[in-house]
């Protein structure tokens, strides 16, 4: 069999239909069937082939190899366990051990860049501030965020993460050398060097560390992607492996400072928040707050201070509040100090959406941001029942806005303020707000949040938009934009519920002043949206699902839009000219499910230069199916239109895209490569989100 599937496998090689990215491909998406229909003699002589092509240097190139070799090693591991005998010649052990060992990191899995912060010993003073001495060494540890927000769901109960966690991981040769501990919201996960079909099967816990990979199970097998709990892992020294589980108060408790490559704010450009990881740790001295305490005491667990507002004018660079559950009524309130890169000062939900903020804030915002590096997470916004509702429609009137200290141009193109991070809130729906979250500071960051309402980008470089979901829009009808002038812009991962009769998900928008140039009203510059799923859930027959709006080199990518259309429109504002059309936009990889009514139409379709729109899949629409080089028709066969956007087996957008890639406004590249799974794409796309 070996000898068959060698021979098969180096013909479809020299032919070109069987590379080593589709074998890893196979063995990746298609896991469930290698463990529940191959045959054990097929899985055995397909493990061994794996195996022998790497041994060969056939995929020694692979970008990655170290999940390869993982498959292929635990699969042979699976169909020898039950032959007596069975096991790797010598020759192919040390062959195995020399390759696996001369992988480095970033060449078997994406890095999340994650930097571990070193443990030592704290104490609370009474004033609420942390002192720290060194640990000893019986007591070291190093803790750092596992993004959850980016697993895998592969089979099961199990979820993959990829991150360097800078420590030995378990081989085939020690199958328990990993030292690295998992937590989820403070309490220790486990068994470690689970096998991955117990983690499948029972999960409850269960994890492994290989290489770059760690393949994990919740707790109680709920996602957590979605599950709201914040994952950590910590790795003792080899003295301590065996450190007793802390308590979340003692997670909690760690707040020595997190090393990271950002540089404090200076007169260059930070780097784009997407190359910056979560901490899950603090950066200094820890704060409490109760709805119970009050602003005369020292903000300590025993003695939390009262409001948000007050604590909001007395935290500084590295601090970090917790608020505890309750609601917190609070009128405007704004920060007195900003923080920094590597220390910025951080407002934290103890539990998510936990503490609400009940506000009365008027026309002003609920959270007002005019500092750079603040950090929100976790809250719940809502409006009280005593706020006096604003009497205009006013874009000052948010949930959330981070404002500039100085107005972009291109002379002049820095915000000021910079780095406003807003993660895992829940901005509760309300008549009484113009909008939701409006960010105006260079290297924005909205991730993880549920917003019933509106996200805005306004006039900015480097925003990010992840992993939200947003329902509805503001009190134009907008769900998610970014406009007057924002260049660099990424909408990614989020999904959009949209009924009334606005727009869905746009790069752009309609200003009436503060461009980056005014001599143009260009809205948008390099922006990007891609593995975005917009819903048109009102039934209107046409409704602006995706689109863009006085753009400039912009892109669409691997979107798909249910019961929607696409649209290109003219910026700016009557009576504000000019009113610049959308010069050289690329549409690509996309699947538009119409509602019957046109996929595009004349009047909404403005563009100047070169119009690339081409591999996206139109189903049923009843006119406007724009003219394509590789036209792409028929059901997509979703999963669930509704819920489930992945393709069915027959799908006509199963690998019918094209590779893709995206230089931005100082022509930097954005990386496109993962889908919503987080999964890096193959040599040939798929179309849609997946």
């Given amino acids: 069999m070996f000898v068959a599937l060698k021979l098969l496998y180096s013909q479809g090689r020299n032919s070109g239909m069987i590379t080593h990215t589709k074998v890893h491909s196979m063995f990746v998406q298609h896991r469930a069937i290698w463990d529940t229909r191959f045959s054990a003699g097929l899985r055995r002589g397909m493990a061994v082939l794996i195996l022998a092509t790497v041994w060969d240097g056939e995929i020694g190139g692979s970008q990655n190899i170290g999940q390869l070799f993982h498959l292929g090693a635990e699969a042979f591991a699976q169909t020898t366990s039950s032959r007596s005998g069975s096991s790797l010649t010598l020759r192919g052990k040390r062959r195995l051990q020399q390759n696996s060992a001369t992988q480095s990191p970033t060449s078997t899995a994406p890095s999340t860049s994650a930097t571990p912060t070193t443990n030592s010993s704290t104490s609370t003073t009474p004033s609420g501030s942390a002192s720290t001495t060194a640990a000893p060494?019986?007591?070291?540890?190093?803790?750092?965020?596992?993004?959850?927000?980016?697993?895998?769901?592969?089979?099961?109960?199990?979820?993959?993460?990829?991150?360097?966690?800078?420590?030995?991981?378990?081989t085939l040769s020690t199958p328990t050398l990993s030292v690295l501990k998992i937590y989820e919201n403070g309490k220790e996960l486990g068994p470690a060097h689970s096998l991955h079909a117990n983690i499948r099967q029972s999960g409850q816990g269960r994890f492994s560390h290989w290489e770059t990979t760690l393949y994990f199970s919740a707790s109680d097998n709920s996602n957590p992607v979605t599950n709201g709990r914040r994952y950590t892992y910590r790795i003792y020294s080899q003295s301590t492996s065996s450190a007793p589980s802390p308590s979340s108060s003692q997670a909690t408790a760690v707040s020595t400072p997190i090393p990271t490559t950002q540089p404090a704010p200076s007169n260059t450009q930070p780097p784009s928040p997407t190359n910056q990881p979560a901490s899950a740790t603090t950066t200094g001295p820890v704060f409490y707050v109760s709805p119970n305490g009050s602003d005369s005491n020292s903000g300590t667990l025993d003695a939390p201070w009262r409001t948000i507002e007050g604590t909001a004018q007395k935290l500084v660079a590295g601090d970090t509040a917790i608020l505890l559950d309750g609601v917190y009524e609070e009128g405007w309130f704004r920060f007195t100090n900003s923080g920094t890169a590597t220390k910025p000062i951080t407002i934290r939900a103890q539990n998510k959406w936990g503490a609400v903020v009940s506000s009365r804030s008027g026309c002003q915002p609920a959270i007002d941001i005019d500092k750079s590096y603040i950090t929100i997470e976790d809250i719940r916004i809502a409006v009280s029942a005593s706020n006096v509702n604003c009497?205009?429609?006013?874009?000052?009137?948010?949930?959330?806005?981070?404002?500039?200290?100085?107005?972009?141009?291109?002379?002049?193109?820095?915000?000021?303020?910079?780095?406003?991070?807003?993660?895992?809130?829940?901005?509760?729906?309300?008549?009484?707000?113009?909008?939701?979250?409006?960010?105006?500071?260079?290297?924005?960051?909205?991730?993880?949040?549920?917003?019933?309402?509106?996200?805005?980008?306004?006039?900015?470089?480097?925003?990010?938009?992840?992993?939200?979901?947003?329902?509805?829009?503001?009190?134009?009808?907008?769900?998610?934009?970014?406009?007057?002038?924002?260049?660099?812009?990424?909408?990614?991962?989020?999904?959009?519920?949209?009924?009334?009769?606005?727009?869905?998900?746009?790069?752009?928008?309609?200003?009436?002043?503060?461009?980056?140039?005014?001599?143009?009203?260009?809205?948008?510059?390099?922006?990007?949206?891609?593995?975005?799923?917009?819903?048109n859930e009102g039934g209107q027959s046409f409704a602006a699902s995706l689109g863009m709006v006085g753009t400039q080199d912009s892109a669409l990518f691997n979107n798909v839009v249910v019961g929607g259309q696409v649209f290109f429109t003219l910026g700016s504002q009557s009576g504000y000219d000019p009113l610049p059309s959308n010069a050289n936009p690329t549409v690509k990889n996309n699947i538009i499910s119409c509602n019957g009514a046109a996929g595009t139409s004349s009047w909404n379709m403005s563009y100047t230069g070169n119009l690339t729109l081409d591999y996206n899949n139109f189903h049923n629409c009843?006119?406007?199916?724009?003219t394509q080089p590789h036209s792409i028709l028929g059901d997509p066969l979703f999963v669930n239109p509704s819920s489930d956007w992945h393709l069915q087996q027959g799908s006509p957008a199963f690998s019918s895209g094209v590779q893709l890639n995206f230089l931005g406004f100082d022509g930097q590249t954005i990386d496109l490569s993962k889908n919503k799974d987080g999964i890096v794409r193959m040599q040939r796309w798929s179309l849609g989100i997946y």
Avoid at 504 to 524: K, R, V, Y
């Fill in 137 to 170: 060494a019986s007591s070291g540890f190093v803790e750092a965020r596992i993004n959850a927000t980016t697993a895998y769901h592969e089979v099961g109960n199990n979820y993959i993460v990829y991150q360097n966690f800078g420590t030995p991981s378990d």
């Fill in 391 to 535: 009497d205009r429609v006013t874009a000052t009137n948010a949930a959330i806005t981070c404002w500039e200290s100085n107005g972009p141009s291109p002379s002049n193109p820095s915000t000021g303020t910079v780095g406003c991070k807003i993660r895992g809130i829940k901005v509760d729906p309300s008549s009484a707000r113009t909008l939701g979250i409006k960010v105006r500071q260079d290297y924005s960051l909205v991730e993880n949040s549920e917003v019933h309402s509106s996200l805005e980008a306004f006039n900015n470089v480097g925003t990010v938009f992840r992993n939200n979901v947003v329902y509805g829009g503001d009190a134009w009808g907008d769900s998610i934009y970014g406009k007057a002038g924002v260049r660099n812009m990424q909408i990614h991962d989020n999904i959009i519920h949209f009924s009334q009769g606005g727009r869905g998900l746009f790069l752009g928008g309609n200003s009436s002043c503060c461009w980056f140039d005014s001599s143009t009203h260009i809205e948008a510059y390099n922006s990007v949206a891609y593995n975005n799923v917009v819903i």
């Fill in 622 to 626: 009843s006119s406007g199916i724009p």
